[in-house]
């Protein structure tokens, strides 16, 4: 069983070469929700002997955005952003009878992630009663928040100063999830950053280009962490 885990990520947008981290949540808690409605198909032309989903789908789309809590400083932190939605087919004499909205949320824990998926689930109960439209909801995509211990964190600053490495302790975790989540779930351990450069591309873009001057930096910064392990 390892005695402590540390992970790290480029991050664009940073001065080049500094080493940024911070106690407690680094990252965000994150998961995608599949929302799928089930009406019933009708003709175009009588629409109403079926149960089209698209205003319901519509009303929850929109309605997401009462449960946000878009500023990352506040313990409340919410970000719902539809990635895709689908509706029926293009039959133009055919009145819809399924779809799907596909979500992806983002907190600052757990905990808030358990109470956000429960606000939205009593959305779609409100939504749906009476409209003929059944749901069904999934999630995946799914990153624990990345919790950093304090004595890891202190290590990871320690080692920038022993490398003299410029640091930055950041107030706020990242908004984007990462999988070491899991490692830092069940072990003590932290996760920090390395600057990619003020001017590179964000991650994820199409013009994004890794920054191989960090290489060396990093892997030097890991070797004091593990010297600091040993000593």
């Not at 500023?71 to 009145?95: C, M, N, R, W």
């Not at 689930?121 to 409100?126: A, E, K, T, V, Y």
Request: with cysteine; aromatic share 10%; net charge negative.
């Amino acid at each position: 069983m390892p005695n402590r885990v540390f992970a790290l990520h480029n991050l664009p947008g940073f001065p080049e070469g500094t080493i940024i981290c911070k106690p407690g949540p680094f990252t965000a808690s994150v998961q995608s929700m599949i929302v799928s409605f089930t009406g019933r198909v009708a003709h175009a032309a009588e629409p109403e002997q079926g149960h089209n989903p698209a205003y319901v789908m519509s009303a929850f789309i929109t309605q997401t955005r009462t449960l946000q809590q878009t500023d990352i400083q506040h313990d409340t932190f919410a970000l719902i952003t539809p990635v895709y939605s689908t509706l029926g087919e293009k039959s133009y004499g055919v009145s819809a009878g399924y779809g799907e909205v596909h979500l992806t949320l983002r907190t600052k824990s757990a905990r808030r992630m358990d109470e956000l998926t429960g606000q939205l689930h009593s959305l779609l109960n409100q939504l749906t009663a009476d409209s003929g439209i059944s749901v069904e909801t999934r999630y995946t995509d799914a990153f624990a928040a990345n919790e950093n211990a304090p004595n890891a964190f202190a290590q990871v600053r320690q080692c920038a100063q022993m490398l003299d490495f410029p640091f930055q302790e950041l107030r706020e975790p990242l908004r984007w999830g990462e999988d070491f989540g899991l490692f830092t779930q069940r072990f003590p351990g932290a996760m920090f950053g390395i600057g990619a450069g003020e001017d590179s591309p964000a991650l994820h873009q199409a013009d994004y280009d890794f920054n191989d001057r960090l290489i060396e930096p990093a892997a030097r910064m890991f070797r004091v962490l593990i010297d600091l392990e040993h000593t």
